[in-house]
């Protein structure tokens, strides 16, 4: 069974040294979703939502998300992402938008958390800019899809998971 890395021996909270590891090319793959009302999602769609554009400004703040990634969880590395990159998915059936965030890097440690924070700020911002149109989207079903690089090989998430 895995150990919690980011324990001591006496249970306090440490940040994990990785000065050992091998720098390799390291890429994670995250998703999640937010649920609107049809007039909501209709807008969106259109373009028609008074704040602009809002899966373009998701975009950018999924990116900027995912680079800050280190000053909102206290025990990530600050990493050198080479890349980030935030596309979306429109679901007419389920009035749902999709988001999914890939980041790449060259290093130490993985980047899995930047790509889970990448989607949930996507999907934040899409949240605060359609909430005056409608405050009871929901946003769910967040997961690393695929990640790949470093000791612990790699990972693709089953369709059950």
């Not at 704040?51 to 373009?56: E, I, Y």
């Not at 989607?119 to 409608?134: G, N, S």
């Amino acid at each position: 069974m895995a150990e919690f890395t980011h324990f001591n021996k006496q249970g306090e909270a440490v940040m994990v040294d990785v000065s050992e590891k091998a720098q390799t090319l390291r890429e994670a793959i995250a998703e999640g979703c937010i649920t609107m009302s049809k007039e909501c999602y209709d807008s969106v769609q259109e373009g028609k939502m008074g704040k602009g554009d809002v899966l373009g400004v998701a975009r950018i703040a999924g990116i900027m998300g995912a680079k800050k990634t280190s000053d909102l969880i206290p025990l990530c590395h600050r990493l050198n992402l080479t890349k980030v990159e935030i596309s979306f998915c429109m679901d007419d059936a389920a009035c749902a938008v999709w988001a999914t965030c890939r980041v790449c890097t060259v290093g130490q440690t993985g980047v899995e958390m930047e790509a889970l924070t990448g989607v949930q700020i996507a999907l934040l911002t899409i949240y605060d800019m359609c909430k005056a149109l409608d405050r009871a989207m929901e946003i769910g079903t967040i997961h690393l899809c695929k990640k790949s690089g470093g000791k612990s090989g790699s990972y693709i998430r089953k369709q059950s998971e």
